[in-house]
């Protein structure tokens, strides 16, 4: 038995759960391709962005007193590492979904063929092996595309999914050195201008 007598014998139903299975592997592979060469340009992006937000914020802040610039800097360091998760995520829950369902969209397949292979054996009033074998192993054919699907999607999953954790990760560890740098520059500031402050309180004295 080859494709062509498998499709020949499928209807309708079949055909199109054939095809519904067909599109999920293509958005498998499309969604997989995509979310391994996205992550790795997002992660020197989101660096960037993030470096972008902090510089932004520093200007802006020039004169508010300790505290707030460094609960302020928090803030916006946490949402703009929520976007960049955010982004990171598109399309992952689609993955998981695909692997969810496809072994039940074959297992419909495989169900719905060999109900109607017993129902042709019935209408022949013949049900022996030569009758049977074909019709149920064509019906099985659906499983093992379900599976087909399946198994690439659940593999995609969870490599994205462990991309995005260590991307997480190397944002977090980014976002706290930028933390400590605005941290350090402060002090250098407020140390700066602690100095200027005493010398020139020394100069007044001494005039």
Known sequence: ?????????ADAV???LYFILLAMSIITW???IIRVLGT????QQAKQRMQSVMSN?????????????????????LQQMSREKSDADKGVSVLGTIASIAPFVGL????????????????????????????????????GLGLAV?????????????QNRNLAHDLHD????????TILQDKKVAQTASTNTANTQAIGGQA
């Open 174 to 181: 980014h976002a706290h050195g930028l933390l400590i740098d």
């Open 108 to 143: 419909f397949g495989t169900v719905w063929g060999i109900f109607h292979a017993l129902v042709a054996v019935g209408t022949s009033g013949q049900a022996g092996l030569a009758q049977v074998a074909t019709p149920v192993g064509e019906a099985l054919i659906m499983t």
């Open 57 to 77: 914020l520093q200007s802006r802040l020039t004169g508010v007193p300790y505290d707030q610039r460094k609960a302020a800097a928090e803030q916006a360091i």
């Open 150 to 162: 399946a198994i690439p999607a659940v593999l995609a999953y969870n490599i994205c999914v462990r």
């Open 40 to 43: 790795r340009q997002l992660k």
């Open 30 to 32: 499309t969604l997989f």
């Open 1 to 9: 038995m080859n494709f062509s007598v498998y499709w020949q014998h």
């Open 14 to 16: 079949s055909k199109t």
